[in-house]
């Protein structure tokens, strides 16, 4: 089973509907982080939460909003979607604790606005 | 200020020539550097990370990077191309190991050609 999951992982919606992408991670990391993707732009930053209690707007957190439900779930929400959302949307953990702290992405969600 | 700047957007080599990827990067401070790996439909997976002890790096699947302060660089390199190698490789620098604070490069697609 994969250690970080994302669900779903594709997406149709309409603007503004609201919509949610969740994220469940079984590494027992402490940090998470979503991310969206789009072509020639590498990935950037939403949101990122260092414990369930610790949740930072990250570059881009405009139009978004997080909910960290517990330890290992981490959801974003698109509170009235519009196009420009239209991206990859990634989700990782990270375990300062490690000697050396490696990030671990989920599979991606595809989602497309309308 | 940070970021990362991968020069070529795709770059097309033979199966069993040298793989090349070359990734600039400024940071104000001594950085962090990553290399990852994205095979489609998947998420990101890390090939190696510089973190100031060597700086020759050695990843997964035969992959090496160089640190060289004075150009700059921490260009990616493989001796022989496999067909497996055909994905988006993502260059990323962070000033701290801190992952919130990662700049991801803009990604190089690489083809390999049987």
């Known amino acids: 089973d994969a250690d970080v999951t994302q669900t779903p992982r594709n997406r149709i919606t309409k603007t503004g509907k609201r919509i949610m992408l969740e994220c469940s991670q079984t590494?027992?990391?402490?940090?998470m982080y979503w991310y969206r993707q789009d072509p020639g732009l590498g990935l950037r930053l939403i949101y990122y939460?260092?414990?369930?209690?610790?949740?930072n707007k990250g570059e881009i957190s405009d139009g978004y909003s997080v909910s960290r439900q517990a330890q290992a779930k981490f959801s974003l929400s698109l509170e009235s979607a519009i196009p420009n959302q239209t991206a990859l949307y990634f989700c990782a953990t990270s375990d300062p604790g490690l000697a050396e702290e490696t990030q671990y992405f989920g599979p991606g969600t595809r989602l497309l606005v309308l | 200020a940070q970021s990362v700047t991968q020069l070529g957007s795709h770059v097309s080599v033979s199966e069993g020539a040298l793989v090349l990827l070359r990734c600039n990067y400024s940071s104000s401070v001594p950085p962090y550097l990553f290399w990852y790996v994205q095979y489609p439909n998947q998420g990101l997976q890390l090939l190696l990370k510089y973190t100031s002890a060597a700086t020759l790096v050695k990843g997964i699947n035969g992959f090496e990077a160089e640190f060289k302060k004075s150009e700059t660089s921490f260009h990616l390199t493989k001796p022989s191309a496999h067909m497996s190698d055909a994905a988006e490789y993502f260059c990323?620098?962070?000033?701290?190991?801190?992952?919130?604070?990662?700049?991801f490069g803009t990604g190089t697609k690489l083809q390999v050609i049987p």
């Open positions: 990323a620098v962070t000033p701290s190991g801190g992952y919130q604070k990662v700049t």
């Open positions: 939460s260092f414990d369930v209690k610790d949740i």
């Open positions: 590494k027992g990391h402490d940090r």
